[in-house]
């Protein structure tokens, strides 16, 4: 039912901070930052062979990665994506199972052009998970 990682999120208190600190210090290589204001973020992908990494700095005002670094100000891991062939399905399935889904329980438009899915974290041993449809 899960497929592969599609990435690993990281939020991170100053984004450009962030995208020069993997440059030059890793070596990475970044896509260009790209806003999300539906999901509150603007996010910057470091490109992988195998997967992605995504940085996450917060976007406008009652921003989920806000709420995220008040708490963890240094930045740190914020969520995984795993890639699932029918979203819907797998949802129902999950909310079957007891499991609940964040907002109002319908993907939203992710940072692909995809329908992405965020499960709540305290069903997953306290990590955020997204769920995205490829
Ligand atoms: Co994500």
């Known amino acids: 039912?899960?497929?592969r990682?599609?990435?690993?999120a990281l939020a991170v208190p100053d984004l450009s901070a962030a995208v020069e600190r993997y440059?030059?210090?890793l070596g990475a290589l970044l896509t260009e930052p790209e806003a999300l204001p539906?999901?509150?973020v603007t996010v910057v992908f470091v490109t992988l062979d195998n997967t992605k990494v995504e940085l996450l700095?917060?976007?406008g005002a009652g921003s989920p990665v806000a709420a995220f670094l008040a708490k963890n100000p240094a930045?740190?891991?914020h969520h995984i994506c795993y890639e699932v062939e029918?979203?819907?399905?797998t949802r129902d399935s999950l909310v079957a199972a007891g499991g609940r889904v964040l907002g109002d329980g319908n993907p939203k438009i992710g940072a692909h052009g995809k329908p992405v899915l965020f499960l709540h974290p305290k069903d997953f041993f306290g990590t955020?998970?997204?769920l995205e449809q490829v």
Do not use: F, T, Y
């Open 86 to 89: 029918d979203i819907l399905a």
């Open 38 to 40: 539906e999901h509150g």
């Open 1 to 3: 039912m899960l497929g």
């Open 75 to 77: 930045g740190g891991m």
């Open 5 to 8: 990682v599609n990435h690993i």
């Open 128 to 130: 955020l998970i997204e």
């Open 57 to 59: 700095e917060p976007l």
């Open 23 to 25: 440059r030059s210090m």
